[in-house]
């Protein structure tokens, strides 16, 4: 990951297994807090969750930092939908 202290990153979780996502679970600034927080996600995870295949990614994103994380997840599923559907356009 490049080293960005002003850019904005999302910790999104997703199902390895079955590809559902599990939303936007936290949104930060910088590099750093980013990895941080993945890495709290991770070690907080119960072996169960674990096992049901359930992980945690860092991306880049413009949302902003420390917004509510079901508001960052519905803003992420729009700009998602509006470039599947622009994609879909060409």
């Known amino acids: 990951m490049r080293n960005n202290s002003e850019h904005s990153f999302a910790i999104i979780r ?3 297994k079955t590809y559902i ?8 600034k910088g590099t750093e807090s980013a990895q941080r927080t993945l890495n709290d996600f991770e070690w907080g995870q119960s072996q169960e969750d674990r096992s049901a295949g359930w992980r945690y990614f860092i991306e880049e ?7 509510d994380p079901a508001k960052a997840t519905r803003l992420r599923q729009l700009q998602l939908d509006l470039q599947d559907s ?3 356009a060409f």
Do not use: C, H, I
């Open 21 to 28: 996502s599990g939303g936007v679970m936290a949104v930060v």
């Open 86 to 88: 622009q994609a879909k």
């Open 14 to 16: 997703f199902n390895e």
């Open 61 to 67: 994103t413009d949302l902003q930092p420390g917004m």
